[in-house]
C-alpha cells in the first residue's frame, strides 16, 4: 500500500482530496484516520499503514511545533494572496484557484525558511537563471556574475524590493516582503524577455 501523509488546511476543499485518492487508486476519505485535530490543521493518514501510525503516535510534539508555521502559511494564504476575497459561484472554479494559491503559499514559505536555515546554498537551486540575473540587474545595476550568488544575497534582494530595509539589526526578511518581493521579480522577469525580443526583432 501507498503511504500518504496528507496536511488538510481549513480551505482544502474534500473534493480535491477525494478526486487525488481516485487518481492514485487509494481509499476513500472514509479510510483516512484523523489524528489530534488543531485549530488549523489536520493531519490525515492512510488507515493501512502501520509505520505512519507509529510516527504519529509517537511524534506529537513535532506535530506541536509545526503549529506556528502553519499560521504563517495561512497569513500569506489570507494576507498576500487574498483568497478571502475570491468570488467564484462554482465549486469547480473555487478547487483549482484554492489548491493553486496554497501552493504559492507553499512556495513563499519555503523561500523564507530556506532562506534561514541555509544561506550558503547557491541561489539556481530554488530560482531560475532569468529569475536571479533580472533581480540582480536590477538590485546592482551591473552586469550579473557567471556563478549564482549564494540563497541568503537573493532572498534579501527580493525581499528588498519588497520593502526589506536589510540594516545590519533587521535579520533576517520575512514572509511578507519576499512575497512582494516575488511579484516584483516576475515583473522584472517579463521586462528583460521583452527587451530580448524586442532587440532581436529590430537587428535580427
Known amino acids: 500500500m501507498v503511504r500518504l501523509l496528507v496536511w488538510v488546511g481549513r480551505f482544502f476543499a474534500k473534493s480535491i482530496l477525494s478526486d487525488f485518492c481516485q487518481e492514485l487508486n487509494l481509499p476513500n476519505l472514509s479510510q483516512l484516520t484523523v489524528y489530534k485535530e488543531l485549530p488549523c490543521l489536520k493531519v490525515a493518514v492512510l488507515d493501512t499503514d502501520p509505520i505512519v501510525h507509529f510516527l504519529v503516535k509517537t511524534c506529537p510534539r513535532r506535530e506541536y511545533l ?7 502559511f495561512l497569513r500569506i494564504l489570507k494576507s498576500g494572496c487574498k483568497i478571502e476575497e475570491l468570488q467564484l459561484e462554482k465549486i469547480e472554479r473555487l478547487d483549482p484557484s484554492i489548491m493553486l494559491y496554497m501552493l504559492i503559499a507553499w512556495r513563499v ?21 532569468e529569475e536571479w540575473k533580472a533581480v540582480y540587474i536590477v538590485a546592482c545595476m551591473q552586469q550579473p556574475p557567471e556563478n549564482p550568488p549564494m540563497l541568503n544575497t537573493m532572498i534579501r534582494m527580493v525581499a528588498g524590493f519588497g520593502g526589506f530595509l536589510n540594516r545590519r539589526g533587521d535579520g533576517m526578511p520575512g514572509t511578507q516582503t519576499i512575497w512582494i518581493g516575488l511579484q516584483r521579480c516576475k515583473d522584472f522577469v517579463l521586462t528583460m524577455e521583452s527587451l530580448r525580443v524586442a532587440e532581436t526583432s529590430c537587428y535580427g
Open 66 to 72: 509545526c503549529r506556528w508555521q502553519t499560521e504563517i
Open 109 to 129: 514559505l519555503y523561500f523564507t525558511l530556506l532562506g534561514r536555515e541555509c544561506p550558503e546554498l547557491p541561489c539556481d537551486l530554488i530560482f531560475d537563471d
